[in-house]
């Protein structure tokens, strides 16, 4: 009796093990069966040589809430030679719903049965047929419903490479159990993946043209780290919003919906969002698609051929999340979806939901699903062209994003996420999640300051402090803030390292606290070294009367007589003319190299004048160790011409002035040295 007990409690437990897990609570690595509509065995198939012109059968598709609904198709075409070694089945949706909105955005995976001659049950939608593939390509703006459906035999050998991959993970974590394995650094980036996001979000920024108004920053990490002509570059096209696949004609995979609340945020993600085949776009009224209403169970919504496939890039007190469709389900609790690739890089790590429509959006041009997350069922391991591959295991990690958002006469209000670490989107998301915080209670004051403060975190103890005032800030600045050196340190030549936390203020204040420097005067023109020049700067505040800032300057003392340039500018000239005139630090041999750069560039204050002399003698930098103050015998021996290492660089005295109002424009003065000048002793 005591072992039949001890039985059935051991059932009760497996049972239970990763029981369906709402969105806000997945950490452990755990098989979730309840989640997923598992068959006993596998689905009949029909293989792409034995479709033949005229079959019919229907798809299967969510188009409202969770229902799961047949839709009529018949084949019109079978290419054996869509791509080398890919064939296309052809079909036309004449069901009225399919009619009137052609292929869906959100559709990606729908299962397409067909009947063959002797299946008792055709004619009857819903039941019976085999299984030829998924709802992949299609044609927009056009009078007809004509699709490709991915054969299903490319999909399951996908599911093959996933399961192989699987059993290789497996054995090599069953290696390292109890074993005092080295850690070793995470795989080296792409830096020409970097180039190409960051010269998009370049381009992006090239209208804002005033520094302070956070596209500076973003400017200057691209000159300095990869180099001045990618910063300097004009950009040849503009962002454009984002667009549905060529409507011209050609046949493209359909995208994956992903809900955001405004058309400029949409605009935003669109370049780098499409590279997942996402299709970033505005909710109706503003909203994001979220969660089901109150009145579903979330709980109860499995995974099923036809059913929703989630994808929360973030997730918490928002739900961003890329909608497609299962296409079926194998024994062992392989899930099959979507058709078609989002990155098509193999191996892959992200969230798997259950999800629920709230309704399909028919457009002239493109119609899409209006859908969010319900459960999280497992991980997505696996990304091929043929299609996606998940596991009912949670494999996937997450950053944590803690923001608190103050608006005037406003109490903070705090937000918490769950940030994704999917390498190509985790800048993106981030920088969003912090846009739509800011964004979520009000709309920002037409005349605003709004300062950043905080830190983010990255792998290996690696932390970036943030304290950034940005003066009639707009949505897009916010981006511009976050995103580059997050894309930055994830993606380049030499380390991946993510993001690991995000801690933000954000404090909203209703007035803009922005001046512009009109002229300045010297008090002298001649001076000894030693002694102090003032400088009287003129600034104009925004909306306000004219004002006088006094300045000490004090020019150094072992200065030789000459003439000299003084220049008086804002925080983006400063900084710029600090590490552009730095040569090695262009010459990065690792990615701490890159965390200084940028931790430079994160200190400098908006709200402050910088006062800036150039000094004769040059600093010379080993490597990335600078040596401002070595005397000449020294710098001639080190700074061997054949020296790869040695770097000369210009030096500068400075003086940092804080304000109450951030400046902008820049003020250039000549002060002549002559020692002459200094008083008797």
């Known amino acids: 009796m005591k072992r039949l007990l001890l039985f059935l409690w051991a059932l009760f437990a497996i049972s239970r093990i990763g029981a369906l897990v ?86 990606s995976g729908s299962p397409i049965y067909l009947w063959e001659p002797n299946d008792a049950k055709a004619g009857q939608l819903g039941e019976g047929g085999r299984l030829i593939g998924a709802f992949a390509f299609g044609f927009m703006a056009t009078k007809d419903c004509y699709v490709g459906v991915q054969p299903i ?20 974590r069953a290696q390292l159990v109890d074993a005092e394995a080295p850690q070793t650094p995470a795989a080296g980036g792409d830096g020409q993946t970097m ?258 403060r905080g830190s983010m975190k990255f792998a290996g103890n690696r932390e970036l402090k943030i304290d950034s005032i940005v003066p009639g800030m707009e949505p897009r600045s916010l981006y511009y803030e976050l995103l580059p050196p997050i894309m930055i340190l994830a993606q380049n030549e030499h380390e991946s390292v993510l993001l690991e936390s995000m801690n933000l203020a954000i404090e909203v204040q209703d007035s803009l606290r922005l001046a512009s420097m009109t002229e300045g005067r010297l008090d002298r023109a001649q001076v000894a070294p030693g002694q102090p020049v003032g400088i009287n700067v003129t600034l104009n505040p925004y909306g306000g009367e004219p004002m006088v800032k006094r300045i000490k300057f004090d020019i150094p ?23 552009t005139s730095r040569p090695h630090l262009m010459q990065t041999r690792g990615v701490d190299d890159i965390m200084s750069i940028l931790k430079q560039i994160s200190e400098v204050p908006n709200d402050a004048l910088f006062v800036m002399m150039a000094l004769p003698e040059a600093g010379l930098a080993l490597g990335h160790q600078e040596m401002p103050k070595l005397p000449s015998s020294v710098r001639t021996m080190i700074a061997s011409p054949t020296s790869a290492t040695t770097n000369a660089y210009v030096t500068y005295a400075t003086k940092t002035v804080k304000l109450d109002t951030i400046p902008s424009g820049q003020l250039d003065f000549t002060v002549t040295v002559r020692r002459e000048l200094a008083p008797a002793k």
């Not at 009949?44 to 188009?63: E, S, W």
Request: proline share 9%; charged share 15%; aromatic share 4%.
């Open 557 to 579: 003392a072992h200065l030789p007589d000459g003439e000299y340039n003084l220049i008086v500018c804002d925080a983006a000239t400063y900084a710029q003319t600090l590490l």
């Open 195 to 452: 180039r190409q996001s960051l010269r998009t979000v370049l381009e992006q920024a090239q209208g804002q043209d005033i520094p302070s108004r956070g596209a500076w920053r973003a400017r200057l990490i691209a000159r300095t780290i990869l180099g001045k002509g990618l910063a300097d570059e004009q950009a040849t096209s503009t962002a454009a919003p984002p667009q549905p696949p060529d409507i011209a004609g050609q046949p493209l995979r359909l995208m994956l919906p992903l809900s955001v609340s405004t058309p400029g945020l949409a605009q935003l993600m669109a370049p780098l969002a499409q590279q997942a085949g996402l299709l970033p776009f505005q909710a109706p009224m503003g909203a994001q698609a979220g969660r089901p209403p109150t009145e579903i169970n979330a709980q109860d919504i499995r995974l099923a051929p036809g059913s929703i496939l989630s994808i929360p890039l973030a997730y918490g007190d928002l739900d961003l999340a890329a909608v497609g469709t299962v296409t079926d389900v194998l024994p062992d609790g392989r899930v099959l979806a979507f058709g078609h690739a989002m990155f098509g890089q193999g191996p892959l790590a992200v969230p798997m939901a259950s999800g629920y429509v709230h309704y399909i959006v028919p457009g002239l041009i493109t119609s899409f699903k209006l859908a969010g997350s319900g459960v999280i069922r497992g991980t997505v391991v696996r990304d091929e062209t043929s299609g996606i591959v998940g596991a009912p295991i949670t494999d996937f990690t997450t950053a944590k994003a803690r923001l608190r958002i103050t608006h005037p006469n406003q109490q903070p209000r705090d937000y918490q996420y769950d940030l994704v670490k999917f390498k190509p989107l985790l800048p993106m998301v981030t920088a969003i999640v912090a846009i739509e915080s800011l964004g979520a209670q009000q709309a920002l004051p037409v005349e605003n300051t709004v300062r950043i």
């Open 153 to 172: 035999e490319q999909m399951l050998q996908v599911g093959e490479h996933a399961r192989d991959q699987m059993n290789r993970q497996e054995q090599e």
């Open 22 to 107: 709402p969105i806000s609570t997945v950490n452990a690595r755990e098989i979730q069966p309840p989640g997923i509509a598992t068959p006993a065995v596998a689905t009949p198939i029909m293989k792409l040589d034995d479709v033949r012109i005229g079959m019919k059968g229907y798809g299967l598709t969510v188009f409202h809430g969770d229902k799961i609904e047949p839709f009529a198709v018949e084949v019109i075409s079978v290419q054996r030679d869509f791509a080398p070694g890919k064939g296309v089945v052809w079909i036309r949706c004449p069901d009225p719903r399919m009619q009137q909105s052609g292929p869906v955005q959100g559709m």
